[in-house]
């Protein structure tokens, strides 16, 4: 299995083994870790990947927004 980067838009960690992947029903999409699967629900739940800064760009993201 050739690596692959997580589906979650503010993540950019490569999916490596089986274990980190996450595949939702429907669609062939893959994610580092179950926050990233959730689309990071109530607002911002932390990235479980290590060095994963996903968490810290959505929070940056929101204070961007108009």
Known sequence: MSA????????????QSRQWVHEVAGDDLLYCCEACMQRHPKGM?????AGCDCGERVAREREQAP
């Not at 692959?4 to 999916?15: K, L």
């Not at 739940?45 to 990947?49: H, K, L, M, R």
């Open 45 to 49: 739940v932390q990235c479980q990947s």
């Open 4 to 15: 692959q980067t997580c589906a979650c838009p503010h993540c950019d960690c490569a999916v």
